[in-house]
């Protein structure tokens, strides 16, 4: 046989719907490049054109129009390139009607073989920051629970406001985990990524029948494109085992590590730091120089059931 064909890497597809930086790593910029490090061939459609992170004071670009986002996903269809995604990942939709384009148009055509894992983007640290239309619209979609949904990851605050439960305690999170799989029927696993109990940051996961946690090491820092790192490390690990806690354990695992030398190589530059909150800001995440880290063999990680 042929030598070269011998070390062909077996690939996956996946089409990945999130946001677009021209200068940085967040949205699909920070799906596709450890994505492609780990055997995927990613599509993306961009629900945004912008020129970096907001997170840098300035920006230039737009949202992209709810029109033209249809008109791409309808190419694809028409090529009948959709039969060959293993996955669909959805991250910031940007506005009302992309968000009336996903379920009404892109959704029902991943209704089959293929594993769909959406972060519902609508805010952090208890306020809001998408247009304020998104939330109720948001639930009330899933809430028809007609599309099958693999994997929801909404931070601690998203899942407050899809259940209506505030999340201090452990109790209080059994309560909101046992409203969400009663409302969102449809949603097969839930992982909760940031939340804060008696000081401590914890990333749940849960399938309604079982719940379990891994503690957070917390860095004193913020990170812009994080949650879009841990949705495409998590759509690949979820793809391999099927199994949301062992899949959670590495995702949370490398995400960590990116996070800790990111961290590491900001406050270390001559250049002058952003501190927001007194806390220095990091909006471009370092995956270029995480490369080792997000391709390594992770060992399964102990996991705490409740």
């Not at 230039?60 to 060959?84: A, E, P, V």
């Not at 306020?127 to 007609?146: C, G, M, Q, T, W």
């Not at 409203?179 to 309604?208: E, Q, W």
């Amino acid at each position: 046989m042929n030598r070269t064909l011998e070390d062909i890497v077996p690939t996956r597809n996946v089409l990945s719907i999130s946001s677009h930086v021209v200068h940085g790593h967040v949205g699909n910029d920070s799906i596709q490049f450890p994505l492609n490090l780990r055997n995927w061939n990613v599509d993306t459609i961009n629900t945004t054109n912008l020129s970096n992170h907001a997170g840098h004071g300035k920006l230039k670009g737009s949202k992209t129009d709810s029109n033209t986002i249809s008109d791409i996903f309808q190419g694809l269809k028409d090529q009948t390139m959709l039969k060959d995604y293993d996955a669909l990942i959805v991250g910031y939709v940007a506005s009302e009607s992309n968000l009336d384009v996903l379920w009404n148009e892109i959704l029902p055509a991943f209704n089959g073989k293929e594993i769909v894992v959406m972060d519902p983007i609508l805010g952090d640290n208890g306020r809001v920051y998408v247009d304020p239309k998104i939330p109720a619209r948001y639930e009330h979609f899933l809430s028809l629970n007609k599309y099958k949904i693999d994997v929801l990851t909404p931070n601690g605050f998203e899942m407050e406001q899809l259940t209506g439960v505030k999340i201090a305690s452990w109790d209080s999170l059994s309560k909101s985990l046992d409203i969400f799989f009663k409302k969102y029927s449809s949603i097969r696993n839930v992982v909760v990524t940031s939340v804060d109990i008696s000081g401590s940051l914890y990333c749940i996961g849960s399938d309604a029948k079982s719940t379990f946690y891994y503690k957070v090491d917390e860095i004193d820092a913020l990170f812009s494109g994080s949650g879009d790192l841990f949705l495409g490390l998590l759509t690949d690990e979820y793809f391999n085992t099927r199994k949301l806690s062992d899949a959670l354990g590495k995702t949370v695992s490398v995400v960590e590590s990116v996070l800790k030398l990111s961290y590491a190589i900001v406050s270390n530059e001559s250049k002058t730091q952003k501190l927001v909150n007194g806390k220095l800001y990091i909006p471009d995440l370092k995956l270029i120089e995480s490369r080792k880290l997000i391709t390594s063999k992770v060992e399964d990680i102990s996991v705490n059931f409740i």
